[in-house]
């Protein structure tokens, strides 16, 4: 008997414990242990009926997912998954009524095993789901085929395409549950086996029609197909899971699953597959930093402050309540505290309006965000984030403010974007407490939180930082602290490329249309007009004070000319773009391209025809190039955290991987040559960085 499965009888009942932490994925010997242990309850004379339950936190929460990495062809992937449908119909074939328990998440091949069993009973707070999609591949033991038999066509193809787990409830009243248990699961499981042995009941999902008829099933599926053209553009999983779920009308268990076989190999041999899957574990590894030990303490955050209601301060203080977690939001004057409250009540109310939050939620939440122009009750706070202008002696002064008011415990946070942070932390007095939390806007929303680690940063003030950036439902990854950390030293090479290509010939919009077909949400010039280009100006004059620049080689003056023109982005109507009074629909503007055209004249280029390939590739190669920078000299710890701090912090396709694995799927030694060829074409300031002249030639990738 494997080792990963539990056999005990109790009171005529057998318990299957599966026991293979920490989720209790499906790796090597789970499913095999799984089958074995329902024949021996078959032919146990003292079991009437078993109950398949997971140890620990959860059930079963899916396929071992490095798993994926090893299937290199289709015909690998149709052997595994003809003997993973094989075992499954020997499951469901036990001869007596057998009951899955669910509690914490049954997902993926946690639910296909689930609704294998006759019977599925689930915990209150446990979710069921079909993330597969968010791996770029299908469920492939059976779910496309026997959800439908289970729930409705909708639903069925919501989970299988979305990806969204479903709580108990709607579970339940979907079909794809019988029970839920509100006291002891395994009790409650067994008393509801017991009670299907009593009636002899044993119920195969495969055996069930579908809940849906054929045709409006098909049409359905047809729907579903014209949504997602709009919403998973790039994206192939989604529309094989439809596929994969057609085939369960139109066609039998038998054909339909082989129908799902194939279409799981098309993906799971995607590019789309290994690049999600590489995110999946990108997001996690974030969290490990080498020399902060797992069980290093973490300061409990019961209490948070902010200091400065603006843009920013008003989206962390946000964050926060969203959590749970009770913050003061100090300004300086009532004005401008109110002003903050203003903005976040409106923010809140939008939400509201959209069906996303209700109207009780929204007062609660709010009433956790104290507004206040004092710091009485700063002394209770376990960490304050600091958000005022990006100014060095306003930072200090506030800083050296913080260390008096604040108990020796509290971390001391900065959110500034440019700013070392090393200086504020020697104005503390307190520099092991101080480290970098830079949000990005809008700070309630986007997932990135890049933690900043200075000189003196504690190992407690690191994974205290990592823990809440969970809690905030953040991605944390820790940085160093070099200009821009990484996320803006990396935007700096994105946007120098974007305005050369601008002056060599290519249109605003040419550029933007380029990276957002490749899948960026929003091409960087758009992404300027809603940032503002008056920051990006300011952050150039203070550069150029101190005689800096943000990334080498011709810095391009089109954005200082739109600057002195007013045009600022949405916020004024135009920036790139032209606005129309109350609308976001970018119009292109040629005056922009001409300003552009005599900017260029100026540095005596000849303007060209540029395409659209030329775009994606001289971005794309100029962000690997300083990516690679950034870990040879030790400001990121391994390149699928640029990876991370890239796709949460600008949007960066997670199907395409994030900037370092898409170099590695062009191949370094091709990113190389193309840093050679610019350099030959465009000057010296294109220069091979050193990882990536190494790897190239050990034949290796960034993540290999
Ligand atoms: N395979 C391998 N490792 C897994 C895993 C899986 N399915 N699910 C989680 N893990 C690992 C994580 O990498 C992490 O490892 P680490 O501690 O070394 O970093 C550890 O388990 C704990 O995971 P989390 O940090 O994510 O723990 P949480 O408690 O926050 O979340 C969870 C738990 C909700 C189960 C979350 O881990 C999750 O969503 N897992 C993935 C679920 C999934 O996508 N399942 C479908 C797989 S594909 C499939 O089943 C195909 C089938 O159709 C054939
Ligand atoms: P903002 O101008 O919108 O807000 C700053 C707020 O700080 C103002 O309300 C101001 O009244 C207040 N303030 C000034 N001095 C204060 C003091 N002594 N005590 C209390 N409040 C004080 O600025 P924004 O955009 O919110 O930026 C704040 C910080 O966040 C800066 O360091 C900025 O570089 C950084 N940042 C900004 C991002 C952005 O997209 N706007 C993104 C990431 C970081």
Redesign the pocket.
Known sequence: MSQLIRYEVRDRIAILTVDNPPVNALGPGVVEGIEEAVARANGDAGADAMVLIGHGSTFIAGADIKIFGTIKTREQSLARSEAMHARLKRIEDATKPLVAAIHGNALGGGLEIAMSCHYRVMAADAKVGQPEVLLGIIPGAGGTQRLPRLCEAALAIEMCTAGKPVPAAKALAAGIVDDVVSGNLLDGAIEFARARAAAREVRKTRDLTTKTDRNAGVAACAAARTTLAATAKGLQAPFKAIDAIEAAFTLDFEAGSARERELFADCVTSTECRALVHMFFADREAAKVPDVPKDTPVVPIARAAV???????GGIAMAYANAGIPVLL???DDA?VQR?MATIRKNYESSVAKGRMTADAMARTMALITPTTNYDGFDQADIVVE????NMD?KKT?FAELAKVTKPTCILAS????LDIDEFAQASGRPAQVIGH????PANVMKLLEIVRGKETSKEAIATSLALAKKLGKVGVVVGNCFGFVANRMIAYYMREAYLLLEEGATVSQIDGALTEFGMPVGPFGMQDI?GID?GWRIRQHLKLTGQTRAEGPQSEVPDRLYELGRYGQKTGAGWYRYEAGSRTRIPDPMVDEIAAAEAAKRGITRRKVTNEEIISRIMTALANEGARIIEEGYATRASDIDAVYCYGFGYPRHKGGPMFYADTVGLPTVLERVKEYREQFGDYWQPAALLEKRAAEGRGFHS
Do not use: Y
């Not at 959110?415 to 440019?418: A, L, V």
């Open positions: 200091i400065g209601a603006g843009t920013m301060g100090k300004d300086v401008a903050g958000a005022v202008f990006e306003l506030t959110n500034t974007s440019t830079h949000f990005f806007s940032a920051v």
